[in-house]
């Protein structure tokens, strides 16, 4: 009896203390990330503790075999990934052949990449952060502002990750289906709405917060009235209106961190040197 | 010079903690700017200074998404070093200046180490990937392992070496400093507004209604700004 042929008699359950060591090193998955083989050797460390239930365990020829397989090239948004990590977990312990798994671990890369970067690092993650400067805009002290921005995305990000292990697990081959449910299709569009309005929301009460908070020494009153004046905010919604319509318009040519480090030193030469 | 480094270390090491949450591990985005430079802020001495920095920070860094193979500027450890020299500083005028200014600048040096650390995983995977075609038991954690090390590293000695060419940068400038506080300040405050408005224009581009509702939250928030003065 071949080693894949025997792998197929294997029972699809995965034993609590796998999952969990799946789990913690999905929050490792990218630390040997390279422009070679990008997350390959990361998601093959996720699958390997999954791999050792494999018939002739560690280090068997089942297990060299899949290993070999899941630690090639592979890209994907780091928390999806978990999606792809349960699902070959699975077609490796269901004993698929391994062309179907190679194909369809090629097919995963690209919906797992545009659905997490569009729905965490463009959605969720904005959302997260503008919370936190509407929270510190609305005067919220240092920790609560932290709290904030660290309970939220968290809450998000662990879930997700969670979610997918298991939504992979559970679909193995056939998980594609779960990436398809309404939460993930329209997510992005509703969190896209949400991170403008939280932006138009947190902006002016973040600059107001700036102004006034940035002079915490003994500033003479007369002074501290002029930092939090109308005059001063206005000039700086103005100021960030004008700069910010440029940016847009100017929209893939320039980044704005770049235009905000020419645009200090210029200020600090200016003011040093008059 | 020792006792001087020596009470760099602390946060040195939280720069450290912070760089490889970036990418490596666990990706729980502590190393976001209003979380890494009120952390620095706290370490410095003075946790509110190091939270405005990070608010201020946290507003340029909105339109970086760290997508895969694109380099981006690395904000966990420059943030660690904004909040804490906004904090060393935070009784002169242009202290959140020169602080800001020297943690872009750190961003920027911390995406390219972020570079040079990928393309060292790449040159180790290169010489491990015939074992790594052999499946044998033990060479994808090493690599993990390995890789995991090196970003502690870089971003231990990112966050130190920052701290030892800015401090006396920042000492020198704010001597020199003529500005006032609040014309600096607003500058600061436009032109982080400016890039977090239009990182935010730009992620809801194709979504139907999402300007408007810019436009609603923007009246909100003016009116909660006028309702509280």
């Known amino acids: 009896m071949s080693a894949r042929t025997a792998v197929a008699a294997v029972s699809p359950r995965l034993p609590l203390r796998t999952r969990l060591v799946m789990f913690t090193r999905l929050l490792a998955i990218q630390a040997s990330w390279n422009y070679e083989l990008m997350l390959g050797p990361g998601l093959g460390f996720c699958i390997e503790p999954a791999l050792r239930l494999l018939p002739g365990g560690r280090g068997g020829a089942a297990y060299r075999e899949a290993l070999a397989r899941q630690s090639r090239y592979f890209n994907a948004q780091p928390y999806f990934a978990a999606v792809a990590v349960g699902a070959l977990a699975r077609a490796e312990l269901d004993g698929h052949p391994p062309e179907q798994i190679e194909r369809f671990r090629t097919a995963m890369c690209g919906p797992l990449g545009s659905l997490g970067d569009r729905l965490v690092w463009a959605g969720w993650l904005p959302f997260s952060a503008l919370l936190a400067l509407l929270a510190f805009g609305l005067r919220a002290d240092a920790p609560l502002v932290v709290l904030v921005f660290l309970v939220v995305y968290n809450a998000g990000h662990l879930a997700l990750r969670i979610w997918g292990l298991r939504a992979g697990w559970e679909g193995g081959l056939r998980v594609a289906s779960s990436l398809g449910g309404p939460l993930l299709r329209r997510g992005p569009a509703v969190l896209s709405r949400a991170v403008m309005a939280l932006a138009g929301m947190a902006l002016p009460l973040a600059i107001w917060r700036v102004l006034r908070g940035l002079p915490v020494p003994p500033v003479p009153e007369s002074e501290m009235v002029r930092a939090v004046g109308g005059v001063a905010i206005a000039s700086a919604m103005l100021m960030a209106a004008i700069l910010g319509a440029v940016l847009v318009r100017l929209h893939s040519r320039v980044e704005g961190w770049r235009v905000a480090l020419v645009v200090l030193a210029v200020l600090i030469i200016y003011s040093v040197a008059r | ?229």
Do not use: C, K
């Not at chain 2, 190091?50 to 920070?57: C, D, H, M, T």
């Open chain 2, 1 to 229: 010079m020792m006792p001087e480094l020596l009470s760099l270390l602390p946060v040195a090491i939280v720069g450290a903690v912070l760089g490889l949450d970036v990418v490596s591990f666990p990706q729980a985005m502590i190393s976001r700017p209003i979380v890494a430079a009120t952390l620095g802020g706290a370490l410095a001495g003075d946790i509110t200074s190091g939270l405005v920095a990070g608010a201020v920070l946290e507003l340029i860094a909105l339109e970086m998404l760290p997508v895969g193979a694109s380099r981006y500027p690395e904000w966990g450890t420059a943030s660690v070093v904004g909040g804490a020299m906004a904090a060393e500083f935070y009784a002169l005028p242009g202290a959140a200046v020169v602080a800001i200014f020297a943690s872009i600048a750190t961003a920027w040096a911390g995406g390219w180490s972020m570079y040079g650390l990928r393309r060292l995983n790449g040159v180790w995977v290169r010489r491990e990937l015939g074992m790594l075609e052999e499946g044998r038991p033990g060479t994808v954690t090493a690599l993990q392992l390995r890789g995991l090390t090196a970003d502690l590293a870089r971003g231990f000695l990112l966050t130190l070496i920052a701290l030892l060419v800015w401090l006396p940068f920042a000492a020198w400038v704010l001597s020199h400093w003529s500005l006032g506080r609040t014309p600096s300040h607003v500058v600061l405050a436009a032109v982080a507004a400016a890039v977090a408005g239009s990182a935010a224009w730009r992620i809801s581009q194709g979504v139907s209604m999402a300007r408007w509702y810019f436009l609603g939250g923007l009246v909100a928030g003016i009116a909660i700004l006028v309702l509280r003065r």
